[in-house]
């Protein structure tokens, strides 16, 4: 079968066409066409996501990316050219859900096709598996756990079983992604600021000079598997009042904590919750799985505290949002056909 997958969560529009062969028991995947349009360019100039902004332009592109996906695959509009449509239905900015959601019902009615609602975070749980080409979903130990990190979310899934979810925490106000990006803006750096900061900061571990700025581990010591870092964000804008100008070697030590601040609380959390849920695999995803120091320091924590799991994490262009992994999560949810699809902004596991 043949699936159209449809993803405008937040910034990125994606159209991508995967086909699955085999059988129900081992289904083969390949991605036929995947065609992304980052609005990155468009929305660094308001140093974040513009809602409008980015409504206008999913609008504007899922015709262009969907002619571009159908002449690649030599597949006429006119005649059904698919099985079924994925399409994001939530969490994420619901101007910008709205629009995929209304193509998605369109394309629905003219190719006489049904419609799967997907869960933008279980597409990023599942990023993990996806590969642009051929790929098989590999056989993994139960329970797992998914640490998801992104733009707009934070939080420690157990993941039961395939399909079975339950959030064990999540943040209380900003997500890690979030507090990435407003910190690059308070260091001058261009959105999304979650490389750029990790960028700086690298340089500073290379160097390895003595710093005396420290930040806050926000929650670190907690009982439960909450995050918070709202907090870290402002202490770094006390910080940088308190400095004053900045030059480039503080700018480099104020990265460099800040990452090392996100990524002990992240770590910390994850490995507590790894032990108290004898989980046997970890999920790492979502846009700040990309970054360097999260993956070595949480390979680091595994190893020193003996911790026998597999870890898993997106391929680096899966990281950030694509529809590779929606129309995944589809062809898994494809019986739950929706007609009065909806979108959710803050839709949940
Ligand atoms: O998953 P994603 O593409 O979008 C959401 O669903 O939110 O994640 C985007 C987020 C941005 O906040 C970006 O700054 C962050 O992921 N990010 C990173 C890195 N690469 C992307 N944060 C830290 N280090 C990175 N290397
Ligand atoms: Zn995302």
Known sequence: MKILSIETSCDETGITILNVTGSENNPVFEVLANNLYSQIKIHAQYGGVYPALAKREHIKNLPILLEKTLKKLKLEKSKKPIDMIAVTSGPGLEPALWTGIVF????????????????????????????????????????????????????????????????????????????????????????????????????????????????????????????????????????????????????????????????????????????????????????????????????????????KIEVLFPNKKLSTDNAIMISLVGYFRRKNKKTNIKANGGLSF
């Not at 601040?261 to 919750?273: C, E, N, Q, R």
Request: charged letters at 25%; a positive charge.
């Open 104 to 307: 998605a019902k369109e394309l629905s009615k003219k190719w006489n096709v049904p419609v799967v609602p997907v869960n933008h975070m279980e597409g990023h749980v599942l990023s993990v598996f996806a590969k642009n080409g051929k790929f098989k979903i590999p056989k993994i130990k139960f329970p797992a756990l998914s640490l998801l990190v992104s733009g707009g979310h934070t939080e420690l899934v157990l993941v039961k079983d395939w399909m079975k979810y339950k959030k064990i925490g999540e943040t209380c106000d900003d997500a890690s992604g979030e507090a990435f990006d407003k910190v690059a803006r308070m260091l001058s750096l261009p959105y999304p600021g979650g490389p750029q900061v990790s960028k700086l900061s690298a340089l500073g571990r290379k160097i390895k000079s003595i710093s005396e700025i420290t930040l806050p581990r926000p929650m670190m010591y907690s009982k439960n598997y909450d995050f918070s870092f709202s907090g870290l964000k402002t202490s770094v804008l006390y910080l940088i009042q308190k400095i004053g100008s900045l030059d480039e070697k503080t700018k480099i030590e104020i990265a460099r904590e800040f990452e090392d601040s996100v990524v002990d609380v992240l770590t910390h959390k994850t490995i507590k919750a790894i032990q108290e849920h004898k989980i046997k695999t970890l999920i790492v995803a979502g846009g700040v799985s990309a970054n360097t120091q999260l993956k070595k320091i949480l390979k680091k924590k595994i190893k020193e505290n003996n911790l």
